[in-house]
């Protein structure tokens, strides 16, 4: 099985940037299709970004221009650098893994077979 645990959720104003983290255990995640999602009180769960083996990405338009989606094959760990937040980014961020071929198809609503735990982004106005 792989575990997932994502850190660097944290509360910032309008316009500024975080970047969460996910480090991945049990198994390499190399050849995996890799994402991030998040999710917000009363709202359905959103494809944020995925990136496949060959770091081909792929980004939701909302946050296209601001989020860069990227991974440390060496350190086995995931990222999402988030830049000019906005207050409608605020919610629960969530990492995941699937096979590979899953990014071949609509990754951003796939079928994940491994979740993280989250990590909370809340964006003051």
């Known amino acids: 099985q792989v575990q997932l645990v994502e850190s660097g959720g944290d509360s910032v104003q309008a316009g500024g940037s975080l970047r969460l983290s996910c480090a991945a255990s049990?198994?390499?995640?190399?050849?995996?299709?890799l994402g991030w999602f998040r999710q917000a009180p009363g709202k359905a769960r959103e494809g944020v970004a995925t990136?496949?083996?060959?770091?081909?990405?792929n980004y939701a338009d909302s946050v296209k221009g601001r989020f860069t989606i990227s991974k440390d094959n060496a350190k086995n760990t995931l990222y999402l650098q988030m830049n000019s937040l906005k207050p409608e980014d605020t919610a629960m961020y969530y990492c995941?893994?699937?096979?590979?071929?899953?990014?071949?198809?609509?990754?951003?609503?796939?079928?994940?077979?491994?979740w993280g735990r989250g990590t909370q982004v809340t964006v003051s106005s």
């Open positions: 995941a893994a699937a096979p590979q071929w899953v990014c071949l198809l609509d990754s951003l609503k796939g079928d994940f077979a491994y």
């Open positions: 049990g198994k390499s995640l190399k050849n995996y299709c």
């Open positions: 990136v496949d083996s060959g770091s081909s990405t």
